[in-house]
């Protein structure tokens, strides 16, 4: 007999289905409104430039709150989503999943201008030799930056293809030693309630929590992004700085990062805390692993119409290795 034992948080996933629903309904009723200004202007075009209005126009500065976004000095550039079109910038940055500014797509760009992302301070502790604090701006002399087209994927089946700014993950954490008692690295973003007001809605535990294998961390694919589109990320994207795995859903792709730890085990993570059978650790992208509630084979892309066929690894199946002998349906 399965025994189920109701979340300890008040939000049941029921709740959350209708809230992402309701989301989508919200966000038709946008994108209706956007075409229109588009049809207008003769301009679909938009760029995520710093725009001097004063106002908080997040199409216009690309920033929630109406900041001026930094434009970063990239060293290399590489195209890894098979030739794909990029998405509009104008749509990566206004629907957003940031559970701590608000439930639906497009709460977050709205309200992450109280985010405070200077000074920023990451602490890097657990099983390893060099454990210590560095600030966002050392992290971002720490390694050239690169520009990364990738495929990004979430569970709840739209995706996007955007050009991240960063460098390997891997280079961040080798400079503070990891011991072989490390197999598992666990990321944990800001909790502030006075930044995050909304953060009591979030529905889970905060502050969230994600959390990798030592050797996906390690892997070259995945990257530790400062920015998008040539600037520094917007606060709804996870401002100052984020992982992007590229062959999983994208609630792994933790935001707004201030607390790194090796571990030896598993570490707990937040949607799977919050409902274990419909959000695994592993999270890898699979068309044929169907979410209890509904299908991975397809997926809509931001600012298209037409559906994507899902595919394995999310496109990116230089990672299989990774997971040899691992039971796709029990590990996912
Ligand atoms: N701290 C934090 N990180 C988060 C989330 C969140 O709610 N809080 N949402 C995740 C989910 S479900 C997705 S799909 C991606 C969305 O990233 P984007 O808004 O840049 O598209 O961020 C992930 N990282
Ligand atoms: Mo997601």
Not at 46 to 73: C, I, N, W
Not at 153 to 168: D, L, N, Y
Not at 241 to 265: D, Q
């Amino acid at each position: 007999m399965l025994i189920r034992v109701p979340p300890p948080h008040p939000i049941r996933s029921s709740q959350i289905t209708s809230e992402r629903v309701y989301a989508d309904r919200r966000r038709l009723v946008a994108q209706l409104g956007l075409s229109a200004v588009a049809l207008l202007t003769g301009c679909g075009k938009s760029e995520p430039t710093a725009a001097a209005s004063p106002a908080a126009d997040v199409t216009k500065s690309g920033q929630a709150g109406g900041g001026a976004l930094a434009e970063l000095t990239i060293a290399r550039r590489s195209e890894q989503a098979g030739g794909e079109v990029v998405t509009p910038f104008s749509d990566s940055s206004t629907y957003n999943n940031y559970y701590e500014f608000g439930t639906s797509k497009d709460e977050p760009a709205r309200n992450a201008g109280t985010l405070r992302t200077r000074p920023w301070t990451v602490a890097v502790d657990g099983e390893c030799e060099a454990p210590g604090s560095i600030g966002i701006e050392d992290i971002l002399k720490l390694s050239a930056l690169e520009e990364r087209i990738y495929r990004f994927r979430c569970v709840e089946a739209w995706s996007m293809v955007v050009p991240w700014v960063g460098f390997a993950l891997g280079d961040f954490l080798a400079r503070f030693k990891p011991t072989s008692k490390a197999r598992y690295v666990a990321f944990e973003t800001l909790h502030d309630r006075e930044q995050m007001p909304l953060a009591r809605y979030a529905g889970f535990e905060l502050p969230y929590v994600e959390g990798l294998r030592i050797d996906e961390a390690m892997h070259p694919l995945t990257l530790l992004s400062v920015g998008m589109y040539g600037r520094a990320l917007p606060n709804q994207n996870g401002a100052p700085l984020r992982l992007i795995v590229p062959w999983k859903y994208g609630y792994k792709s933790i935001k707004s990062i201030m607390r790194v730890r090796f571990v030896e085990n598993e570490p707990p993570t937040t949607w799977k805390k919050l409902e274990a059978r419909e959000y695994g650790f592993y999270s890898n992208v699979n068309p044929d692993v169907s979410h209890p509630r509904w299908s991975q084979a397809t997926e809509r892309r931001l600012g298209e119409l037409f559906k994507h066929k899902t595919l394995l690894y999310n496109g990116y199946p230089e990672v299989a290795s990774l997971y040899a002998g691992m039971d796709p349906v029990k590990f996912h």
